[in-house]
């Protein structure tokens, strides 16, 4: 009722149900104008946010390789390169890239391995932290999942089943069993419910480990946590004093 | 409540939230409506970008309003609505990142929210920023107000929480099926059902009253 407010589409026309149409060329320059408009618009956002917005995943995969690494305080990012783990700056994120995590006085704790296949719904990306002289996985973190949300999501809102990950060891091989029926450590009860995604967990972190840990140098012999020069990251974790 | 609205301004705003509420009336908007709220906290995050975009692209459609030619409006709509959407895409992502990764994809759909186009199309096209602008604050009020009961409900059922507090203890067993698909479409239902029981009663209670008034005058 209220909507016949100023029926006037075109004032300046005057005659409107026997207008002439406009010229094709007129109306491609307007829609033309109009997503150039916008497109400064995006622009322009994108610009004011991409700072923030890579600042907040730094933090938060920053967060995440301390969280699967018990005790350690300083990281770098490590490549494969010629069969050898070389330490990267931490903006050149690639697939073939894992986190070395070391202790106050800068000795090798253990990796944080990333890792991803298929879950339920999507992709789950998840991070874990590895000991290579226990043959241990000490912490296991989500990074990304559209798991269900009330079921596939427990992967990392049960905290019993993250705690499963918290000191787990990997050989023979990671293995899910049903709720209740674990017998040996290396075995992870999967969630009811969500049988599907606690498989999916626990491989990716075989797939992982047995692409990742014949390629890991000897114990003893990682790459040391070198003084880091980047003036880039913010601060905190990244550089380390003498 | 809607006596009380005298000027134009206030009848707007007022309509989007009880008489033509745009999900319990029009029931428009039904995809955001049900995939996002099954928390509530997701919903206010969905009912705060939707506004957002409501009031901006109304308002700019008001402006342009005759500048826009009739065969492509439709496109420009779309143009200004999704310039919004991306703003408030890239606005959610850098400030409050556990949000926009909880309503993931639903962000850039509200591109294709059909309230929102709808309103483009139905007013604010046709009247000016003033009332545009008032209009789409009442509809994405509304909006919210759906959004955040349906979503309040199956929070509380599904997990037992309401924007996170714990309600019922750890004897509570959440009624898992609220907070999947299903429980969506049982809680929208539900709710559709009262309020058209409402609206109902309304119209009967208007009617005794208009038939009393009529027996009154004629005495």
């Known amino acids: 009722m209220s909507d016949i407010i100023g029926s006037d589409r075109?004032?300046?026309?005057?005659?409107?149900?026997?207008?002439?149409?406009?010229?094709?060329t007129r109306l491609v320059m307007i829609l033309a104008l109009a997503g150039l408009i916008s497109g400064i618009g995006i622009v322009g956002i994108f610009e004011v946010t991409l700072e923030t917005i890579t600042a907040n995943k730094a933090r938060e995969l920053r967060a995440a390789v301390f969280k699967v690494l018990p005790g350690v305080t300083q990281m770098q990012q490590l490549a494969q390169e010629n069969n050898q783990?070389?330490?990267?700056?931490?903006?050149?994120?690639?697939?073939?890239?894992?986190?070395?995590?070391?202790?106050?006085?800068?000795?090798f704790v253990g990796y944080a391995i990333p890792g991803e296949g298929p879950g339920f719904q999507d992709t789950i990306k998840l991070l874990y932290g590895y000991l290579p002289d226990?043959?241990?996985?000490?912490?296991m973190e989500v990074l990304e999942s559209r798991e269900t949300p009330g079921l596939g999501d427990k992967i990392y809102k049960d905290l019993v089943f993250v705690g499963a990950f918290a000191d787990l060891p990997i050989e023979p091989i990671i293995e899910v069993v049903k709720k209740g029926r674990k017998v040996?450590?290396?075995?992870?009860?999967?969630?009811?419910?969500?049988?599907i995604s606690s498989r999916a967990v626990v491989s990716i972190i075989n797939e992982s480990n047995s692409s990742w840990l014949e390629n890991l140098p000897a114990v003893g012999s990682e790459p040391v946590m070198q003084i880091s020069t980047d003036n880039n990251s913010e601060g905190e974790n990244a550089t380390t004093r003498q | 409540m809607l006596l009380l609205g005298n000027s134009e301004d206030y009848e707007e705003f007022n309509k989007g939230i009880w008489r033509d509420n745009p999900v319990f009336v029009q029931v428009l908007g039904m995809c955001p409506m049900l995939a996002v709220t099954n928390s509530a906290i997701n919903a206010v995050a969905m009912g705060g970008a939707t506004l957002f975009v409501l009031v901006g692209s109304s308002f700019l459609v008001s402006i342009f309003k005759n500048l826009i030619p009739k065969q492509i409006r439709i496109s420009c709509f779309i143009i200004i609505i999704a310039t919004f959407v991306t703003i408030a895409d890239y606005t959610l992502l850098a400030l409050v990142p556990a949000v926009h990764?909880?309503?993931?994809?639903?962000?850039?759909?509200?591109?294709a929210n059909c309230m929102i186009l709808g309103r483009?199309?139905?007013?604010?096209?046709?009247?000016?920023?003033?009332?545009?602008?008032?209009?789409?604050?009442?509809m994405s009020t509304?909006?919210?107000?759906?959004?955040?009961?349906?979503?309040?409900?199956?929070?509380?059922?599904?997990?037992?929480?309401?924007?996170?507090?714990?309600l019922f203890g750890p004897a509570w067993e959440p009624w898992v099926i609220m907070i999947l698909p299903p429980g969506g479409f049982l809680t929208l239902g539900l709710i559709l059902l009262f309020f058209n029981w409402m609206t109902q009663r309304k119209a009967m209670f208007l009617e005794q009253v208009a038939e009393a008034e009529v027996e009154g005058s004629s005495q």
């Open chain 1, 85 to 107: 783990l070389i330490p990267v700056q931490e903006d050149e994120a690639s697939d073939n890239t894992i986190y070395g995590g070391y202790d106050e006085e800068q000795n």
């Open chain 2, 142 to 166: 509304g909006f919210m107000i759906a959004l955040l009961s349906l979503g309040s409900i199956r929070e509380i059922f599904g997990t037992g929480t309401l924007f996170g507090v714990e």
């Open chain 1, 184 to 195: 040996s450590d290396n075995q992870v009860d999967a969630i009811t419910g969500a049988t």
């Open chain 2, 120 to 138: 483009q199309e139905a007013f604010a096209s046709k009247s000016t920023p003033r009332l545009a602008v008032m209009d789409a604050l009442g």
């Open chain 1, 134 to 139: 226990s043959k241990k996985v000490v912490g």
């Open chain 1, 10 to 24: 075109d004032p300046s026309g005057g005659d409107p149900p026997k207008q002439d149409e406009p010229k094709s």
């Open chain 2, 101 to 111: 990764k909880e309503l993931g994809a639903f962000i850039p759909l509200i591109v």
